[in-house]
Nanobody, 124 residues
């Protein structure tokens, strides 16, 4: 099982980035996909999740209307489009997979598979 996150980098406030998460080794379409982030000195927090079909999505209040999660089951890839980035969005971003249908879950402990993280730095 592997989740490979990519797309992070340095961007100015107000800019955009698109993160990708390539999955392998499990039946991607059977899993809810989520994005979490961890800023320096802070706990890991939920960012967004998407159900297995890609129709239903759930966002943290802090990113609602700025970020958009999507997935492509044919290519086994999840995405996080991040717009209007703010310095407080600076963090390591992780993709994760949750077996089943509970796409409302924001608890990291319920996600069984994790990627290695990709660093997003937003300068002011």
């Amino acid at each position: 099982v592997q989740l490979q996150a990519s797309g992070g980098g340095l961007v100015q406030a107000g800019g955009s980035l698109r993160l990708s998460c390539a999955a392998s080794g499990f039946i991607f379409s059977h899993y809810v996909m989520g994005w979490f982030r961890q800023a320096p000195g802070k706990e890991r927090e939920f960012v967004a999740s998407i159900n297995r079909s890609g129709v239903r999505k759930n966002y943290a209040d802090s990113v609602q209307s700025r970020f958009s999660i999507s997935r492509d089951n044919a290519t086994k890839t999840a995405y996080l489009q991040m717009n209007s980035l703010k310095p407080e969005d600076t963090a390591v971003y992780y993709c994760a997979a949750l077996y089943g249908t509970n796409f409302y879950s924001r608890a990291s402990r319920e996600y069984g598979y994790w990627g290695q993280g990709t660093l997003v730095t937003v300068s002011s």
